[in-house]
């Protein structure tokens, strides 16, 4: 039985992260699981709100867009999280059912974001600001301290998330770069956090940590981990 199965993976990955915050003396409740659902059917995200999930996360709108609203259909009360590469075309899309958004890392598209947000939404859409923790500016994510290439520069994506009337700047997130050890991707993280704070003391979120990496991340102060395949089993391949 699918519930049987994910009822596993859920309790398991909220084990985790029970021992993980035990072992960081943190409280649970400071940590929000965001399972991720790509690739998996809409009747998931049913059975995952009867478990008692409250968040899930996409990360291709053509995926998520109708995901999100055949799971209404069926009356699975969630939050949409989207975290993957967001083009600026799909703005408009996301902003119709997305809840918090995860991956902004360009002032073009925080721009565009923050237009569609105010032309299709009325509530406030919380938006991360996505790091890139090598500063590669090949691979996804705002680089601190950029001069290169300046619509990637991280604090001017952040000023302009948080100028955007319908915007609202909640915090950073990042993914562990393959060739970086999870302990110090999550800690230069985390001092990327402590930056962004002491100018916008509100945006407290560190959306940091999958299935592999959950625990480095939440020692570093994950305030949201990204769970896929230990809640949902392992997908298949792409490409
Ligand atoms: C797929 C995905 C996850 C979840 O990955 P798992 O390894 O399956 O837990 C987390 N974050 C992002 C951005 C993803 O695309």
Not at 19 to 39: I, N, W
Not at 172 to 189: I, N
């Amino acid at each position: 039985m699918r519930e049987e199965e994910i009822a596993a993976g859920l309790s398991a990955v909220r084990e985790r992260i029970a021992a993980a915050c035990a072992a960081a003396r943190r409280d649970p409740a400071e940590v929000t699981l965001v399972v991720v659902t790509k690739t998996y059917p809409a009747s998931d995200v049913q059975v995952l709100a009867h478990l008692g999930v409250t968040d899930v996360g996409e990360n291709r709108d053509q995926e998520a867009a109708p995901k999100a609203a055949a799971a209404q259909a069926l009356g699975a009360q969630v939050r949409w999280h989207f975290v993957g590469q967001l083009q600026r075309n799909k703005c408009r899309s996301v902003v119709e059912y997305a809840d918090v958004v995860h991956s902004v890392d360009g002032v073009r598209l925080a721009r565009a974001l923050g237009g569609a947000a105010e032309r299709h939404r009325e509530r406030p859409l919380d938006v991360l600001v996505q790091v890139s923790i090598d500063g590669d500016p090949a691979r996804g994510g705002a680089v601190v301290g950029s001069t290169v290439d300046p619509d990637r520069d991280f604090d001017r994506v952040a000023v302009t998330i948080a100028e955007a009337s319908r915007l609202r700047l909640a915090g950073v997130m990042a993914v562990a770069p393959l060739h970086w050890a999870a302990e110090a991707a999550f800690e230069r993280l985390g001092e990327v956090s402590a930056r962004l704070r002491a100018a916008h003391p509100e945006a407290t979120a560190v959306s940091a940590g999958m299935s592999a990496d959950l625990e480095p991340a939440i020692a570093h102060g994950a305030t949201h981990v990204r769970i896929g395949s230990a809640v949902l089993g392992t997908r298949p391949k792409l490409r």
